[in-house]
Structure formats: C-alpha cells, structure tokens
C-alpha cells in the first residue's frame, strides 16, 4: 500500500507549558486523506503544587458539559488518594502513616483493607462487596529464626501465601533469591475463601495431597538454567558467556535424554536474533535494517523446503505498511488472482484505517470458531476502520468472503461502547444496563452474562442461558499475582453435566475432561522465538495422534501463531489473522488434531468463548477492543478500552497492561522484564532508572567530567548515605515505598552495577568487537556517535580506547569529543539492560521493594512515534527526556 505523504503533511505535534514548564496542552492533527488536518486537543490541569489533578481527551475536551476523562484528589503528601475515571468509575485509597494502603473503596461499593506486621509487610487481605460481609481473600507468612529456615534461605521471605485460588508455598531460596522450590495447592471448591488465622483450619480449605511442586536451579548470576514442573519435566537453558540462550532442552518424565528443542541461537550486536535451529531441523533466520534495526525478513526453512518468508516493508517512521509471504504461492480463485500479501495505511495519528489481504470464507467471527469448509476456496478481502477523537473504533467495514463488519457506539461522556444490533443504536439505559460502575462489560452478547469479582476480574462466562434449568458457563480462578490458575467449564446435556478443566501451573497445563475421561498435560517451553508445546496424555491419546506430541509454533513478528509442525517438520496446521486478531484463513492436517491448538493470535490462548486472555485482561477480537478497563490506569492514554493504540501491526501486548513495540529494539531483554511484569501488585511503585541514577550521582555529566573516576566509583560500589535517600524521595513522588525501603532499593542497584561492573570495560568490549571484524566496530561507532567521524578518526580513536579510554577525554580535539560522547552513550545503555537484568530477577529491584521498570516508549500516552523518529535517540537531550530507558 502506498503511503501518501499529503496525509502527514503539516501535521505537527505541538506541546503548550506554562509558566511552570507544566504540559497544558497537546495538540495532535488528524486526517486520513488529504482534507484540512483537523486538530484534537488533550488538555491537562494541574494544581498549586504542580500535580496532574484532570485530564482530558480531545473527545471530552471538545464537550464543555463532559467530565474529565480521568480526575485525581491529593493528600498533603502528594500521594493520590481518589481518582474518578469516566471509563473505570471512582476509587478512593486510604494510606498509613508509611503511605502504604490501608482500605480502598470503588465504585461498585466494594472495600479492601490489608493488615500489616510491626515491620509493615502485609498479614492479611480482606475483601467484602457492598452487600456482603467482609472475606479474608489472602494471608501471608513469613519465615522467621530457625535454623531449618535458614538452611533453606526462608528468614525474612514470603514461604506461605494463602490467595483466591488456593495457597503457595515457597519452600526454598537460592542465594540471589530466586525461589528453588514451590507447591501449590488447589481449593477444594469453586467459591471464594474466608481465610481463617489457623493453619490447620486454612488446609482444611485445600484439596489433599503433596500438591504440584515445581523447582528451579540458578546459576551464580541468579539466572534460570534448569526448570523441573509439577510432572518432573525437566527444561535446560544453556547461555553464552554473554548471558544470552543459547540451547533449550526438554527432558520428559521418565525419559532417559533430553531432546533439543532449540540450539545454535546466534544474535547480532545489538543483541536481536539473527539465527536459531529448532529441534525438529527447521531453522529461522531474522534479517534487519542496519540504519534502524528494523526487522525485515522473517525465514523460516527445512532442508530445502521454504515454510514462512516475510518479507516487511515500513514507512518512514516505522509504521508496517506491507508483508509479504513469498513462501506461499499466488493462487486464482473466483476470477481473482490472490497474491499472499498483507498492506496497511495510516491517518496522521498512526492509527490503521486501512488492510488489504486473503481469507477464506465460512468462519464465524462472533464468539464461536468453526473450521473452514475449503481452506484452499481464498478470495481477498479489504477492511476499513473509523475511529472516533477519542481512540474508540467505531465502525469496521468489511469487503471479502466472511463479511464480518460492525457498528459500535460509544457513550456520551466515557469511552464504554456497545454494538448496534440490527440497525438499532443503544440509548443511555443500555449504557447503564451494559456495564457495572467499575466498567466492567456485563453481556458478551445477547443472552451471554458476564460476572466479575471484586477485583475487577473476570469470573463467570455464561454462554449458554436457559430458562428454568442451569445454563452452560466457563469459571476462571486467579492467584494473588492476578494471573490465571484455573479456567472451569460446565456444558449441561440431557444425561448429565460435563466439566472440563484446566490448572495453569509454572510451564504446565493439567486438562481434564469428564466426558471423555482424557487427563492431558501440556508442557510449555518457550524455544527461542518458537513457543514449544508436549502434548501428553496420562489416558488413552486420541486416534490418529502419537502420545508426547511435539508441536513447534512458528510465529510472526507479533508472536502470533501462523504455523504449527510436529518433530519432524510436518505442517500440523496454518493460521492467518485480520489486522485485530480474527481468523482470516485456517488449514489442518486432521481435524483431532488441530483441535488441540490453544495459542492463536499474538501467541495467546483462545477461550471456548471466543476470548483471548493476556494475563491481566481479556480481549474482544470481534469488537477490537478490551472487555474491560486498563487495570493500570493511564499508562497508554485516556481510553482505558483501546487495544494497542489501533495499530495492531506494530504494537503487541504482553499482559493487558500497555502495548509495546515487537519489531525491533532489545527484545531480549526486554521480554525479560515484560514477562516479569506480569507479578505485578497495584500497589506497586513506578520509577523511571534515571530518578535511582541521579539519586547515586551515577549521570552523564559526571561520566563525561572524570571518566576514569566515575567508572572506578562503579567498580568498588557506591555506598548509600542519607543525602542519596533524601534526594531520591524528594526526586520520585511516584515511588510509594518507605525511606528504608529506598535505602534498599538503592543499595541494591549499588551493588548490582558493582558485581557487573566488567560490562563498562570499554576497552575489552572494543578488543571483542576487532577479534570478530572491523564490521563490529563499525557498527557500534555508527551506533553511538551522534555526528559521524572519518575513517582516520575512527581508527585513531579506536586504538586509544584500547590503549587509554581515559585519555580521550583529556584531549580536545573535535573527533575525541565526538568519541567521548560516544563512549557515554554506549555506557548509559549498559546503565539501561542491566537494570532490565536486576528488575527481572528477585534482587531488591524485583520482588522485595515492589518496582518495576516501566518501557515509556510504550507507555507514555504523550509519546509520538513520529516525534521521536525524527531525532538522535542517542543525544544527551533525548535520553533525559526519559524515551530512551528500556529500548
């Protein structure tokens, strides 16, 4: 698809402060053709004191009548004690004398409250709707003295943790904290527990039996090199000295070997995958632009058999604008000549309102999935988007064989939609029929209820409604970390009622079913860019599939399942999507067979429901949307409803919580510390790297003024005084943590950067790059340096490195200027993975202190693609402006 330039043309993105320097404004211009740029303005209110208190979008700003789309109250401390969302309802927060949260009421007339110890850890969760008495939801013990506890590193942990769905037990440490040893145990039944004080009285609760214990090795660095699960399957990672995989082995219960399920990972030097061999002989190669490292080719080949080859092409600023699969041949149907290629154009908002592609007809594209008739019968098909100011989609149109478009209206003063059945709109009573005061969406469809816990999670589907005698429905239980641990299905016949269920456990899944009687656990093993899945049958296996199963998923560059092979390569089934994640196209082996496939679109599992589930939410693949709120606020703007900022081709979402970009940048790391999100508490704090960096004087001003005594401050570690404490709690108002707790944090960053300090050594990191070829040490000059040097300074400056990097900020000469700065940038990236690596690992930064590092590219509703496009990522300016931190 062509880009029209006329589109983008005088669209700038303008940013209006005040006195204070305070945003009070942004004014973005929007068109999708060449029409007058229309502008939409965000407005932004902030107190005496400088703090957000109300925010609109320009939807609700252009509305003098319409609220705030998102409102915040204070206390005198700065910590937000209400805020009222037009989308999620109101919440109010009442904070100790520590400002950690004491009682919490919402709009739906729920209340929680948290006791705590005399060292504030936190005791005991209570939880009780409006009408209803309060519960005990969750209890916390902690491993005090004795010498058994310390044998095992429990003095001081978390070591038992009672939760909605039952108690986990953490029965052992290593020495970086990573947890070695942990059980779980089930509730005997579906309802939700009122946790007594006694032990005794708690295990009553649960099911009987050891329960399923899973366990870890750590090497010395506190990273994961064997995983065993609750069936003694046992995973190996192998690294490379660089602390990157290199090797994925299974070994299953009783086996005697393990199989390879990946090897030969080969990365480049910004540390994306270039190269990797699964284990069933199928290799993927990853090519990407040198100028930006974007990803441009996706093969994937077995012997001389070509399966994937994708071929991206990008517009200026990144945006995907075409994918090509030349692995798949051009097909003529129906007087139509279909080319397998995908294309996409934009408004000036990034927003996609345009893609062409294939399909094949039959699908339903509601709830229910059914095979396609005749996978070969493609035709092609286009889809159109209309969005309303606020980010809403509110209208797709579709011209193809499945004809699947729709109408959504959204309310007039929040961002809650619903369809428009038959042609007739929903009015103000079906707003408020539609959704609870939280904006929880309360009917999937027509006669579908949906119910939600107090949490705000999703509980109970129930797809089936009869009158006067039960109806189907689908049960979902959660951990205290809010991820899933149970998905229970009841489906009544005339003879009896079926149950299937399943038990999520660490790289294990336990399905049961009633009906057939079938016990199948499915080992999960994430091999590389492939994810891995066992299939094994504690029954008999279905005809026509071998028991222990091996199934490779190869995925595109949204980690969306287009492929499935077996051990020996072997197409088990193929999978194509529309842009926001319906099936446009499926084929299959045998019908048994694919039935088994669970991971779909953006590597996550489809429900019976139709429902995708992230971790922390549920998606609407149908309506393009998210079934409910953003549980993390307005970390990706003011629509907590919108699905990756309706560019589906360039942004993924890992939990629910905030999309990021998969194409290029660190993923290695980064998916690290997005996987580790996923434990994350509401209470949790947000810091930004940089506010612990300046807080510990580690700056670039202070690495560019004596570099040989900065690093030297690295390598024998920085101990912690109470000046640091002070200016990191008056620096960060959104850290929610105690002085102690910061002291911590602080120290812990300290000591971390000391162990590592070998990653700053410039001067071997140089040698490295010349053993390998001159290339390398190309690259990493035109990746750091913001203007270019000649080849003679290149060569001058490289030897000094390798003989003196010290001198080179002595001298002042134009290009050792250049190179200093340079080598800063180089160092401060360094400062950003291995705050990554200590984040996704158990050190204060993880699971003591509760931070987590958020990507502000991808969160920042104020971040636009185009803006930051057009500058050097690299330059002292960009980086203090905090877009560069977790890329």
Known sequence: MVVNPGIHAQTPHLSVTDNRGLPVRQVAYWREDASEPEARITSR?????GRLVAQRDPRLFADASAPADLATVYSLTGQALTTLSVDAGWRVSLLGEARQPLHGWDGRGSQRS??????????????????GEPLCAERYGYGGSDPTLTARNQCGQLIRHDDPAGAQLFEQFGLTGGVVQQTRHFLRSLDSPDWPESLPDRDVSLEPGAGATSCSVFNALGETIEQTDAKGHRQFFALSLAGQLHEVRLQLDKQPQPKTLVNAIQYNAQGQTEQETAGNGVITALHYASEDGRLTRLQARRNDELLQDLHYAYDPVGNVISINDAALPVRYFANQRIEPINRYGYDSLYQLVKATGWEAGGANQGPSFSAFNDPAAVTQYTQTYRYDRGGNLLELIHGGAQGHGHRLLAAAQSNRCLPVLDGVEPDEEDFRNGFDANGNLLALQPGQSLHWNLRNQLREVRPVERDGAAGDLERYE????????????????????LIAEVRYLPNLQIRTHSGTGETLQVISVQAGRSSVQVLHWESEPPQGIANDQLRYSLNDHLGSSTMELDLTGQIISLERYHPFGTTAWFARRGEIEASYKTLRYSGKERDATGLYYYGFRYYVAWMQRWLNPDPAADVDGLNLYRFVRNNPIMWADVEGLAPVTLLYGFEHVRSRVLNGLATASPQQSFVRIDEINDALQINMENASSDFEGFNEMIREGIEVEDDN??????ATPSYQGTPAEARKLLQGWSDYLKSNAAAFDITRKIQSYETKSTKEV????????REPLSEHDVQHVTSTLQDSPESLFSLRTASSIKAGDAVINWQFRQFSKLALD???????AGENSGVVFLDVIARSPDFVF????????????????GLWKIL
Do not use: C
């Open 778 to 785: 190309g690259q990493f000059w035109k990746k750091n340096l």
């Open 45 to 49: 209110h902030h107190d005496a004191a």
């Open 114 to 131: 948290i006791e705590y110890d005399e060292q504030l850890r936190p005791l005991a969760v209570f939880e009780h709707a409006h009408d």
């Open 478 to 497: 959660y951990g205290a970390d809010g991820m899933r641990l149970r998905k229970v299905q009841q489906i009544q016949t005339n003879a009896r009622t």
């Open 725 to 730: 404490v002070d200016y990191f709690m008056q």
């Open 838 to 844: 200590w984040m996704a690992g158990t050190s204060e």
């Open 866 to 881: 185009k803006e930051f496009a057009q500058e050097t990522f690299t330059t002292l300016q960009r980086r203090r402006s």
